[in-house]
């Protein structure tokens, strides 16, 4: 593991900016189809584009790994930590500005350190403990405007998107104890497949619900874009992170997200910005700062 250089930077700076980009074209996609066929095409192309790099590019995975004993744990990666975040976030983002989708997405380190203390030998220390209190009252200060003020999006939308972490956390945790089975390409590759192969079943039989709905040829654009660019490549340059900074520099993405996802919201769709939005935004970077801390302790 290296200090962390310029280059390091310029990626986790990169990283940030692909996955805050992601949530401004799920309203694009979702001007044009239904959340299903949303969460289906993203993981459609994400697995041809890891499909395409793992024969041409890469000696590392085993394509015989996939039918292995093992498979079940792609499985439920696949389930847990594409699938099911995939398809609640489009379900959620719908009836909801991107900019805030972005904002409560980016509070699932606050999450995982919960269920890590419970669950894993990473406990509780001042830092974290205080980090985490201010993590989630970002997240109040959010909810409460939106719904009980401005009015502007309702109580189950904000579950869906935050169910999302919730999955996404419980996916980390199952790589995290299994990560000495495989390495992070093969955990990457064939629990796409696994999830496009749950997924598509669903994406067709539900695609009629798509008919009333003008078809904008960006749709498919952005489609392709959280397919190949927002997943494939972003996972690949996180897993590049990890190893070569170590984690711990690698989540402080987090503190990045939130910011390009806000800003690309109101560039891009001119969504309309709350003073709510900048407290919790400044919350949340106070909390995760000081969650960095209470790791590095």
């Keep these: 593991m290296k200090r962390p250089n310029f280059n390091s930077y310029l990626m986790l700076f990169s990283l940030a900016a692909i996955w805050g980009s992601a949530f401004f074209n799920y309203k694009i996609v979702l001007m044009s189809f239904d959340f299903f066929t949303l969460s289906g095409g993203r993981l459609f192309f994400a697995s041809i584009f890891s499909l395409i790099m793992l024969i041409f590019f890469s000696n590392s995975v085993k394509i015989k790994t996939f039918f292995s004993k093992d498979f079940y744990l792609f499985f439920f990666i696949g389930l847990v930590n594409y699938a099911a975040p995939f398809t609640l976030i489009g379900i959620g983002i719908d009836k909801m500005s991107s900019g805030l989708a972005a904002l409560l997405m980016s509070a699932g380190p606050f999450y995982a350190i919960i269920f890590s203390h419970f669950l894993s030998d990473d406990k509780f220390n001042k830092y974290k403990l205080i980090g985490t209190c201010i993590g989630f009252c970002s997240v109040a200060v959010l909810v409460y405007d939106q719904i009980y003020i401005t009015e502007t ?16 956390i419980c996916g980390g945790m199952i790589i995290k104890k299994n990560i000495n089975k495989y390495n992070n ?11 496009t192969i749950l997924i598509l079943p669903l994406t067709f039989y539900f695609y009629n619900d798509s008919v009333n ?30 190893i070569k900074n170590g ?15 806000v800003f690309f919201s109101y560039a891009f769709l001119q969504e309309k910005l709350y003073p709510s939005m900048f407290i919790s935004l400044a919350l949340l970077i106070i909390g995760l700062l000081i969650l960095q801390n209470g790791y590095k302790k």
């Design 185 to 195: 390409e093969t955990f990457t590759c064939f629990s796409l497949i696994w999830a």
């Design 213 to 242: 709905k003008i078809f904008y040829v960006k749709s498919v654009y952005s489609l392709i874009y959280l397919g190949v660019v927002s997943t494939a490549i972003a996972f690949y340059v996180r897993s590049k992170i990890i």
């Design 247 to 261: 984690l711990v520099f690698m989540s402080q993405v987090s503190l990045l997200i939130p910011i390009f996802g």
């Design 153 to 168: 999006t309702d109580l189950t939308s904000v579950l869906y998107v935050m169910s999302a972490s919730f999955f996404y």
